[in-house]
């Protein structure tokens, strides 16, 4: 009788309803080494929506109405082109479910995507990873910056992230800004 008792407040203390439930920090630190470790921060924002079960967890891009900030010299360089060339940009909010998990500015060489995806980022609000996909895609952290204290409550943005997207050669196809929200964390 004792051993079942032992038994069944094992399985009581392993259960999934009385496991421990990670704090914002390390929430926001799991998300952050998934992001680094992922070719496509789409289909990492997609996987972490569906591992918190939010009911769709299709990533849609919310377009940011505002001029399009140019370049910098230093981007010009890490994606390898020239000044003169044509780079399209956009500014986007992430979100599954109705919550906003992050904002990013995306900066991608018009040259090295086929005429349909340029369309498709030109007119549409599909997330940029999902159009560049058949690119097989690949990301390098440039930089990560935390935006938050250990010990304090979550401001609205947790991290950023500075990323080049590369295509399947490893040619540099876009550079990203990505700053994450404090939705990404509150999901459950």
Partial sequence: MRTAVVIASLLLALSPATAQTPTAHQAADELDARLRASPSATATLHDWCEFYGVADPTIHAELVKGPARAATARQRRELKVRASEPLGYRHVRLSCGGHVLSEAENWFVLSRLTPAMNATLD???TPFGTVVKPLNINRRTLGAETLW???AA???QLFRHRA??????????AEVIETYQRAAVELR
């Fill in 123 to 125: 007119t549409t609000n």
């Fill in 154 to 156: 979550p401001p609205a």
């Fill in 149 to 151: 204290r250990r010990g």
């Fill in 164 to 173: 080049l997207v590369l295509d399947a050669v490893g040619r540099p196809i």
